[in-house]
């Protein structure tokens, strides 16, 4: 798709509108609500969401920790918000092992260096496939095709996001689709940041609910077998069932067996005592990461991520994933997952 011009409009609706814009070098999607405070911001480049500005107590407050310039959309630091396809998380070694056959994504490459992680989307420039808004959401939907056999990964995925704004807040669908000859492991993953208050986390409440940690060796990765799972009884100090203050804690950790509110959807909460002001990142299956950014290059500790993925870190070599991560060719696979502004 050719150049944008700056803030051509192709739709605006009553309510809601959709219109494209840029941020340096960068083409980016604007989404946004009539008569609020209310707008999201996506840049072509990785499908990755920059901003997402929402009214609180009167004040436009931007929730997300995104890219602030067009060099950071393209140095990629952190991977704020990335999409992460076909996997998400890190690849133990850069090797797994499907439908018996071995496969090395990083041939040829050995040591420290060898790694991998969040998939293959993060560089690629995704096409604007619909741009719609009416009186009841804004909507745009970026698709790539750049998932192709490579070394490591014979196989082609067709890959869609939907972005929609609507008064529920944002949401989030992928859509996956074996356009090979062959069944592939995939699964979706999203990276987000949030901050609910300036300065660090330390004093903000977070509620996971989850029963079951992920445990990992020093490698991030997930320990063999039965040994990566452990009781959430078992890890108090990691344990975020009932809300309570970050404090000190220093999070890089997996969830599983999460449990669903009555509608369906799966709720990690993210609050501010001081203001009240509270988020929550929802999912309707799959795992919650959650990472207190401690390590990233900029800004530590001033945001969480929280990352709703379909499958765990490593999933392609974790036997019991490989149902979920199977994709048969011709077949698609949808993940849904957003966040809401809670009063």
């Not at 999607?29 to 009214?55: K, M």
């Not at 056999?149 to 859509?175: M, R």
């Not at 404090?247 to 009240?276: C, E, K, M, N, V």
């Not at 990233?296 to 379909?310: C, F, K, T, W, Y």
Request: hydrophobic fraction near 45%.
């Amino acid at each position: 798709m050719g150049r944008f011009g700056r803030r051509r409009t192709p739709v605006d609706a009553t309510r809601y509108a959709v219109g494209l814009d840029r941020l340096g070098s960068q083409d980016i999607v604007v989404l946004t609500e009539a008569g609020s405070a209310r707008r999201v911001r996506i840049a072509r480049h990785g499908a990755a969401l920059l901003s997402f500005d929402a009214g609180v107590a009167g004040i436009a407050r931007d929730l997300a920790d995104g890219y602030r310039d067009a060099a950071e959309v393209a140095m990629r630091p952190g991977s704020r918000f990335a999409i992460m396809a076909p996997f998400a998380g890190r690849i133990a070694d850069a090797r797994y092992r499907f439908d018996g056959q071995l496969q090395d994504l990083q041939p040829g490459v050995t040591g420290a260096a060898r790694a991998s992680r969040h998939g293959f989307v993060r560089d690629v420039d995704f096409d604007l496939a619909a741009l719609d808004a009416d009186d009841g959401r804004a909507q745009a939907t970026l698709t790539t095709r750049a998932i192709r056999p490579q070394p490591g990964y014979p196989h082609a995925i067709d890959l869609a996001v939907t972005f929609t704004l609507d008064a529920g807040g944002l949401t989030l669908e992928a859509c996956m689709r074996n356009v090979g000859d062959r069944a592939a492991p995939c699964f979706f993953g999203w990276h987000p940041y949030f901050r609910v208050a300036d300065g660090e986390v330390d004093d903000w409440q977070l509620q996971i609910p989850a029963q079951t940690l992920i445990r990992t060796g020093a490698d991030l990765i997930a320990l063999a077998g039965a040994e990566a799972y452990v009781a959430l009884d078992d890890a108090p100090a990691l344990d975020f069932r009932e809300p309570r203050l970050i404090g000190d804690s220093i999070i890089d950790q997996g969830y599983t067996d999460l449990d669903a509110d009555a509608d369906g959807r799966i709720r990690t909460r993210l609050r501010d005592p001081a203001s009240g002001l509270a988020i929550a990142v929802w999912q309707e299956r799959g795992v919650m990461h959650a990472f207190t950014a401690d390590t990233v290059s900029r800004d530590a500790r001033r945001s969480v991520a929280l990352e709703p993925m379909e499958c765990m870190a490593d999933a392609f070599n974790r036997p019991e994933c490989a149902a979920a991560i199977r994709l048969e060719p011709g077949a698609e696979r949808r993940f849904r997952c957003g966040v809401e502004i809670e009063p």
